[in-house]
């Protein structure tokens, strides 16, 4: 926790941890206060053998605000972390304030093979052999020489070294294999929110994506506005998906000017009601035809 004033809770994407957000914590710490934990199964919070759904992981969420004392959050969430986010929102829209969403996973099936791979049985064996001494330290230095060429296709894999790096961890492999499992298949991502984006009206939303993503496509921010017309959509150019390590005081700048320029949700059991019996103006099916569909080999 970093700072005073009203609460945003920061969840970081799969196989990350809080440190993701250190390049904004302290900037974004000036205006607010920063709750950025690990998550279940990632970083130094513990890895049992549990839930690891964007449901439970959205309990989890509640849970701890509970103890902190704060009723009421702006939720971030990155990767995975938008998948508990917007989850989050919808399982307690009285304590959510605002929702931003970067790179997040839930908006579409399509997601980069790497992690396709985890949901795979053979995971944990083959991690196992890839991490011992001497093997992980050469694939990380070899990950981190490729980021540093400048193609677009290797912009995150520096990003992409310290996550199986934290592999080594046996107790990291198994709950990042249950995380996956929950979310995605070998088709791709099977958690979505499209079904339920309409009750974005009641909540502002913003999306923010990089235009060199190669783990969920740049795509899906199309699809995000789409499905949820009232949200606010940032694409930063030279950026992959961690586009608030790649720009981070343009991301600090998007965050609070997001902030400043909207109200906080209120939530009315009533209105809420309506919205849940009434459904969608549009039906999703239809929505989705105006969304160009995802390209490349991420899909």
């Not at 079904?195 to 909540?203: G, S």
């Not at 913003?206 to 506005?225: Q, S, Y």
């Amino acid at each position: 926790m970093a700072g005073q004033g009203p609460a945003l809770l920061l969840l970081h994407g799969l196989g990350c941890d809080h440190t993701t957000w250190n390049p904004v914590i302290r900037s974004l710490a000036k205006k607010y206060t920063v709750i950025a934990p690990d998550l279940l199964g990632h970083g130094r919070s513990a890895k049992p053998r549990a839930d690891y759904s964007v449901g439970g992981y959205a309990n989890g969420m509640r849970d701890l605000l509970t103890v902190l004392n704060i009723d009421k959050v702006t939720v971030v969430g990155h990767s995975l972390g938008g998948g508990v986010a917007m989850q989050f929102a919808y399982q307690f829209p009285e304590r959510t304030e605002r929702m931003i969403l970067v790179a997040p996973g839930g908006l579409g099936p399509e997601v980069t093979p790497m992690i396709r791979a985890v949901s795979l049985p053979g995971f944990k064996m083959a991690m196992a052999a890839l991490t011992v001494p001497g093997v992980r330290h050469v694939g990380m230095a070899g990950m981190r020489a490729l980021s540093r060429t400048g193609m677009s296709l290797t912009h995150d894999l520096d990003e992409v070294a310290e996550i199986y790096d934290s592999f080594k961890d046996p107790g990291a492999r198994a709950a990042i294999s249950h995380v996956v499992r929950a979310v995605v298949d070998v088709r791709g991502q099977i958690v979505t929110m499209v079904d339920r984006a309409y009750l974005t009206r009641e909540m502002p939303m913003l999306v923010v994506w990089g235009t060199e993503d190669k783990v969920i496509p740049v795509e899906h921010a199309d699809r995000a506005a789409v499905i949820a017309p009232g949200a606010q959509v940032e694409v930063l150019g030279n950026a992959g998906h961690f586009p608030h390590k790649d720009h981070p005081e343009r991301f600090v700048k998007i965050v609070n000017d997001f902030i400043r320029s909207t109200r906080p949700a209120t939530y009315h059991r009533g209105r809420w009601r309506t919205l849940l019996r009434n459904g969608p103006s549009t039906p999703v099916s239809e929505q989705l035809q105006l969304v160009p569909a995802a390209s490349g080999p991420i899909a």
